[in-house]
């Protein structure tokens, strides 16, 4: 039987989940040695409803099988597992861990999904659950795998039938939440948003975030690209408070300077661009308010991020289609390795100015520096 290798991280890292930071802080470690030794590690859980023709919510609620060794025959969500790890691990690979999980338990395949939105991080002991809510037809073929739940039991069920469930059953306490709260939001207006297309006269300024560790030719492509069709760009410097440590080696103020340098060499006036320093609260629910406390009015949003679009997406914000190139290539990660490595070829990836101003801040040095005390720990 094949290891199941769990996506781990030491607790004192955990917030850094709540900023969208994922790859940088977890690590592998078997199935067995996570649980023996209590290191947290990383799961899913999927809410899936379906709307019938006329309008009817049903709710899939998963019954346990009576095999399991926690929490047997109790009522949860629709499906849950853990997240296995992998090296470039971010939010849309921890949304097919979720779609996996369900295929392994109820049969239905990713492309029966017709939409999954992010809701939440929770902490549950040493597992940390990442909520999403999916939607699929409501005449779905369902496929209850009996060696993970009750199949009898485990079924859609309408709105009366599942107040109660939640009444009269055993229910795990943490999904019994979030079923309640579905039972008492618009699931029509949670699935159905549709954006259209903002007036020519109202496209005057977008946001575009990044940490710029450091910047490189794809984020002026992005900037570029953005100022073809706004009149204005904000941008904010995330996790500005960072600076000096192994994945954010530039301060705010030095990555200020990256992006001024960048853009009036390419004669981008001051009047089309204003830039604001975001620093990390680690409180996905409130992010997005403190961004716009940050930055005031914006018309769209732009992001590489799916952390970033899925939070403003979530809060009703028109989020624009990707824009990137070459992104294995100009990528700051990328860009920090090649100076590790004493590759030179990094300084193609930046603007020249930049790559100046790395030098006048003994970048280079800091950046190896950083690594080697990375790698002594």
């Known amino acids: 039987m ?16 709540q900023s969208g930071q994922i790859s940088k802080y977890i690590f592998p470690m078997e199935r067995i040695e996570a649980h023996n030794k209590k290191v947290s590690h990383l799961i899913t859980r999927l809410f899936i409803l379906s709307i019938t023709p006329k309008g009817k919510i049903l709710y899939l609620v998963q019954k346990r099988s009576n095999t399991k060794n ?6 949860t969500d629709s499906s849950s597992g853990h997240v296995i790890w992998e090296k470039s691990l971010d939010l849309n690979k921890i949304k ?16 029966m999904v017709q939409k999954t939105l992010f809701h939440d991080i929770n902490i549950e002991g040493d597992e940390i659950a990442y909520i999403f809510f999916g939607i699929v037809n409501h005449d779905v073929a369902l496929k209850p795998n009996a060696k993970e739940l009750d ?14 469930l939640l009444e009269t059953e055993k229910n795990i306490d943490y999904s019994k939440q979030i079923w309640n709260k579905l039972l008492n939001i618009d699931i029509f207006s949670l699935f159905e948003k549709n954006f259209e297309p903002l007036n020519k006269d109202r496209n005057n300024i977008a946001l575009f975030i990044g940490r710029f560790q450091p910047l490189h030719h794809g984020h002026l492509f992005v900037l570029r690209t953005i100022l073809k069709s706004y009149k204005k760009v904000k941008i904010g410097i995330g996790s500005s408070q960072l600076g000096n ?3 954010d080696p530039f301060t705010s103020e030095e990555r200020r300077k990256f992006l001024t340098a960048a853009l009036e060499k390419r004669k981008i006036s001051s009047k089309k661009y204003e830039i604001f320093e975001i620093p990390d609260i680690f409180n996905a629910k409130k992010w997005v308010d403190h961004v716009i406390s940050i930055v005031g009015e914006v018309h769209s949003i732009f992001s590489n991020s799916d952390w970033v679009r899925e939070l403003f997406t979530k809060k009703g914000f028109k989020v624009e289609k990707k824009i990137s190139i070459f992104k294995k290539k100009f990528n700051a990660n990328n860009i920090r390795s090649l100076i590790i490595k004493n590759d030179k070829k990094w300084k193609t990836l930046v603007p020249k100015e930049v790559a100046q101003l790395i030098k006048e801040y003994e970048g280079l040095n800091r950046i190896k520096s950083l690594h080697e005390k990375e790698e002594n720990l």
């Open 245 to 247: 440590v192994i994945n």
């Open 96 to 111: 097919k861990n979720a779609l996996r999980e369900l295929e392994e338990e109820f049969g239905i395949t990713p492309k």
């Open 70 to 75: 926690t929490f047997p025959e109790y009522f």
């Open 151 to 164: 199949v009898y039991s485990s079924k859609f069920y309408n709105k009366t039938e599942l107040k109660n």
């Open 2 to 17: 094949q290891k199941e290798i769990l996506a781990c991280i030491d607790k004192k890292n955990k917030k850094y989940l």
